[in-house]
């Protein structure tokens, strides 16, 4: 089937530099995007949504761009902190229909 | 005051038994979910219910039955468990079928079965 893949299975940045988490997809239906946020030992965790009318989103220090024809979506952390640490996802939702289905997982790793 | 709880968090058991995982919401939702998430961090849905009624059903082997007794409750129950099976399991709850920015999917806390 059709997949939701990332570049980057870890990334690790020092507290307060900007940090860019990349999502590939395959189904140009895709409609819609997310990204969520998974910290150890707990479910995700929803941060930003994006729909295929749009190509950028922000939110509280996170935006998302999305660029249909080369089928990419990214995360744009600004300043990044400790508790930013944790695995995230990108989820798409395909054809309108019921289901997520998630990428592999970047892993970011926030130094002192 | 927990929106998406599971019980138990974690589950230890022997190949060919025969457990079950519960998971309540108290967000007064009509649709709720399962999903696997694999060692490797892989997570994907398996079921998925909307008012009892079962909407997402995924190629999962038929040992895994869910039951819903109601809109708040989705439990997991699986027959003659495999090795294979050993993961971590998330319940998730949205207020619609239909993901969008106002269905947001809550995730619950997950649980650990280990199949020995």
């Known amino acids: 089937g059709e997949n939701v893949g990332l570049h980057l299975p870890t990334l690790s940045v020092q507290e307060g530099d900007n940090s860019i988490i990349n999502c590939a997809y395959s189904?140009?239906?895709?409609?819609?995007f997310i990204w969520y946020k998974q910290e150890s030992g707990k479910g995700p965790q929803f941060i930003i949504d994006?729909?295929?009318?749009?190509d950028k989103r922000q939110g509280q220090r996170v935006t998302v761009l999305l660029n249909k024809t080369v089928k990419h979506l990214s995360l744009q952390i600004a300043a990044t902190q400790p508790g930013d640490s944790a695995v995230y996802f990108c989820?798409?939702?395909?054809?309108?229909?019921?289901?997520?289905?998630f990428g592999k997982g970047t892993s970011l790793l926030v130094t002192p | 005051d927990t929106a998406v709880s599971q019980t138990p968090k974690y589950l230890v058991t022997q190949m060919g038994n025969d457990k079950s995982i519960k998971c309540e919401q108290n967000?007064?939702?009509?649709?709720m979910y399962w999903y696997k998430q694999d060692s490797k961090k892989f997570l994907k849905i398996m079921f998925s219910?909307?008012?009892?009624?079962?909407?997402i059903n995924e190629t999962v082997p038929n040992r895994f039955s869910p039951k819903s007794p109601d809109k708040a409750h989705l439990n997991l129950h699986i027959n003659s468990l495999e090795l294979g099976d050993s993961a971590v399991y998330f319940c998730?709850?949205?207020?619609?079928?239909?993901?969008?920015?106002?269905?947001?999917?809550?995730f619950g806390p997950g649980t650990r079965l280990t199949v020995l």
């Open positions: 998730a709850s949205s207020q619609a079928r239909a993901p969008s920015s106002y269905n947001e999917q809550f």
């Open positions: 189904n140009s239906a895709s409609d819609y």
């Open positions: 994006i729909r295929s009318n749009m």
């Open positions: 989820a798409e939702n395909r054809d309108s229909g019921y289901a997520l289905n």
């Open positions: 967000l007064g939702h009509d649709t």
């Open positions: 219910y909307n008012n009892k009624e079962l909407i």
